[in-house]
């Protein structure tokens, strides 16, 4: 999981902010394991009082390479770009 701290907090305590990234290769794992992944992190994020801000998921791709998974280079531009998000 990815997190950053909130700066806008007042209270002097921060918001972790932090976007889920899940995947499967498709010859080893089957669809319900995204879901699976999903839940794990939620569950854990609700645990920590994290604020999640953004899932993303590349079903069926190796984790060989970091370039062909689209989600993963979504999450990656996403963070680049859009820093109210975090």
């Known amino acids: 999981m990815q997190s950053a701290a909130d ?3 007042t209270k002097g305590r921060s918001t972790t902010r932090v ?3 899940v995947r499967y290769p498709s010859d080893h794992q089957r669809e319900a394991s995204i879901e699976d992944q999903l839940r794990l992190c939620r569950e854990q ?3 920590e009082k ?3 801000v953004a899932t993303y998921k590349d079903a069926g ?4 390479s970091m370039i062909l ?4 280079q979504m999450l990656l531009q996403d963070a680049q770009r ?3 998000m975090w």
Request: glycine share 8%.
């Open 61 to 64: 791709i190796s984790g060989s």
């Open 19 to 21: 976007a889920l990234y």
């Open 7 to 9: 700066p806008g907090d």
């Open 45 to 47: 994020a609700r645990r």
């Open 50 to 52: 994290w604020n999640v």
């Open 69 to 72: 998974r689209p989600s993963i």
């Open 82 to 84: 859009d820093n109210s």
